[in-house]
């Protein structure tokens, strides 16, 4: 094929999805634009040489280097964006540099991993790691997954599609013009800067080059090391007793057991289903305490206080590359995240940025006679990832501030001796539970409290064959269907329980809507019917009444009804009905008698729901 029809086909068959990676990346249209049509006259200039040496690789790299040099020293700035998906420009905008463009080739660029680290200049296991923390921030400042948010990048393209692109033989024509510009302006340059007495001559364009190599040192100064030196980590690296006072401090901390040994495979703690997470580990290290009682005046005069119940346990798995490292943090995210234990409830989730980034803690409590309540941090970095566990048989346990920064305390000491990053500096925020592998827009039954004086454990299932909304009331006969929606029902029941009801259970509703505006018109419109259902129906009555969240992004209602039915005593039940963005819930809750979900704790399961449906999948 004849050199400009080669370029011509090149240009018209990749121009779209350049200018798209590009303004995704900078987030200005303007300087999108501008990059793009410059990277292609400089790759029309260049053609003889890299039309057989990955041409589109060559266009977005210079593309880049142009809007690096076209914003100067004002990053990110954008005009006119109103348009278009701002909240997800500025969440990309708070990436760094290389995390951003990972993403987005790895994204919207289908680039692979191994093309993409090639292009930004790092190795395939520091690419592993950017994209992930990439990923990571990103689903955290958006509340959405990675396929909602490739399908907002995807978005972008509405923009970039109304950018008028020169044709490609008016490019060709602009790339002949400004090569003979360039020499002038480097000959004058030259003259000048050897005036000067500073200039130093280097092989190529001096122009071209000095605005790239100063941005390339730029980069590598911001950009830490975060590939852990494993062979520097040492059983010196793990908590003291003194560290871990803080946990309850009235205690008499002390060591039960350091262990590094690779070929245990007894689980450290609840949950765990074997020793480490880390398959084919290159190092373990696993330290456990106890909290003994609190030391008496004198032992001789005094009694024995008894042992506080409270246990740690802290773990760190060296992997073999980072890949491994991060399969290990989801392996035992998911250990907890899932935990199968009978009548354990996850009740709290958070993230604490501190030394290794993000870490994830939970906190679970295992009902009984008497509660035991479970705390965890996970985090990994590199190849390395950390776990700490504290256990007590109690309903009290540490404040998760103060658990939290027993684990950054962990974390710092990793970090210290292994070249990651540390920071002493630490944030506590809730967040939202870690999705569950199925129907992870729903409750599940580590969501559910246990019902005082019930020893059985809840059960779900599937409302096979429903034709209208289980979970609506004779208040509001809410019909996803025909508000516009898509929906699907749970059922959770206590199967092994025995006296109850067969109307006893927990139904919940999920559903999707095409539009923000469509999902609060529906939420709306139930609020209304049940608020005004004691005029309405004169055998209905509202007992009790709450909300929670003020926007359509995280809102809830939750109702205590009684019903009068034509015969026999009313039936009580509770009802909720929850929004997140485009997605619904609606929770009816039926007690038997005595057995019953008091209005706070129905609330609380309400809430969880609304966090649930950050991974509900979109309609459409």
């Known amino acids: 094929m004849p050199r400009v029809e080669e370029f011509d086909a090149f240009y018209a068959s990749t121009s779209e999805s350049v200018l798209r990676v590009v303004y995704a990346v900078t987030g200005d249209r303007a300087v999108a634009r501008d990059a793009t049509i410059d990277a292609y006259r400089h790759a029309w200039r260049d053609w003889s040489k890299i039309h057989d040496q990955e041409p589109h690789r060559y266009v977005r790299v210079e593309a880049w280097k142009a809007q690096a040099v076209t914003r ?10 109103e348009d278009s998906d701002t909240e997800l420009l500025d969440a990309l ?25 090639r292009e930004i200049g790092v190795g395939d296991e520091e690419a592993i790691e950017l994209v992930t923390t990439a990923i990571t921030t990103l689903e955290r400042s958006t509340g959405q997954t990675i396929d909602q948010l490739e399908r907002r990048l995807n978005g972008l393209g509405e923009i970039t599609d109304q950018l008028p692109m020169p044709d490609a033989a008016d ?5 002949a013009r400004g090569h003979r510009v360039n020499t002038v302006a480097v000959v004058v340059a030259t003259i000048l800067a050897i005036a000067a007495g500073g200039f130093v001559l280097t092989e190529g ?6 605005p790239a190599e100063s941005y390339r040192q730029q980069l590598g ?8 030196d494993a062979q520097r980590l040492s059983t010196d690296n793990l908590l003291t007793t003194d560290q871990v006072s803080d946990l309850a401090p009235d205690a008499t901390w002390s060591i039960d057991e350091t262990d590094q040994d690779t070929e245990g495979d007894e689980p450290l703690t609840t949950c765990a289903q074997d020793r480490f997470a880390t398959e084919d580990p290159l190092k373990v290290f696993v330290r456990t305490f106890d909290a003994g009682p609190t030391p008496t005046p004198s032992e001789a005069v005094q009694p024995a206080v008894p042992s506080t119940g409270q246990r740690l346990s802290q773990s760190i798995e060296v992997a073999r590359d980072p890949a491994s490292a991060n399969a290990a943090y989801q392996r035992s995210t998911a250990w907890f995240a899932t935990c199968e234990v009978p009548r354990l409830q996850l009740t709290g989730t958070y993230r604490a940025t501190g030394s290794f980034g993000d870490v994830l803690l939970l906190r679970l409590v295992e009902h009984g006679q008497t509660d035991r309540t479970l705390t965890v941090g996970l985090g990994w970095s590199g190849n390395v990832t950390s776990t700490v566990v504290h256990e007590t048989d109690a309903a009290e346990a540490p404040a998760i501030e103060d658990f939290a920064a027993t684990v950054n305390t962990s974390f710092q000491q990793i970090c210290r001796d292994s070249g990651g990053q540390c920071d002493a500096d630490l944030t506590v925020t809730p967040a939202d539970p870690p999705p569950l592998p199925e129907d992870p827009g729903f409750l599940d039954v580590i969501d559910l409290p246990a019902i005082t004086g019930i020893s059985s454990v809840w059960g779900r299932a599937e409302a096979d064959g429903a034709s209208k909304n289980p979970a609506a009331t004779a208040c509001d006969l809410a019909d996803f269907g025909a508000a516009g929606g898509t929906a699907s029902t749970r059922i959770f029941l206590l199967p092994e329980a025995q006296g109850l009801a067969k109307t006893f259970g927990l139904v919940e509703t999920v559903g999707t809507f095409p539009s923000v505006d469509a999902a609060t018109a529906f939420v709306d419109q139930v609020q209304a019917s049940v608020n005004a259902c004691p005029q309405n ?9 709450a909300t929670f969240g003020e926007v359509t992004d995280f809102r809830g209602a939750t109702w205590t009804l009684t019903l009068q039915v034509e015969s026999g005593d009313p039936v009580t039940v509770r009802s909720a009905i929850v929004q997140r963005g485009t997605s619904v819930a609606q929770l009816l809750f039926t007690p038997s008698g005595a057995t019953d979900l008091p209005a706070e704790i129905f609330t609380q399961v309400a809430q969880r729901a609304t966090e649930r449906l950050a991974y509900a999948t979109p309609a459409g």
């Open 72 to 81: 100067g020293t004002h990053p990110l700035r954008r005009r006119h964006e």
């Open 93 to 117: 905008a708070e990436l760094s540099p290389d995390d951003r463009r990972l993403l987005v080739l790895m994204t919207i660029g289908a680039t692979d991993l191994d093309a993409a680290a």
């Open 171 to 175: 490019l060709r024509a602009r790339a």
């Open 205 to 210: 364009d001096a122009l071209t080059r000095l």
């Open 221 to 228: 100064a911001e950009r830490p090391d975060l590939v852990l």
């Open 537 to 545: 129906n004169l055998a209905a009555s509202v007992v009790e009444a």
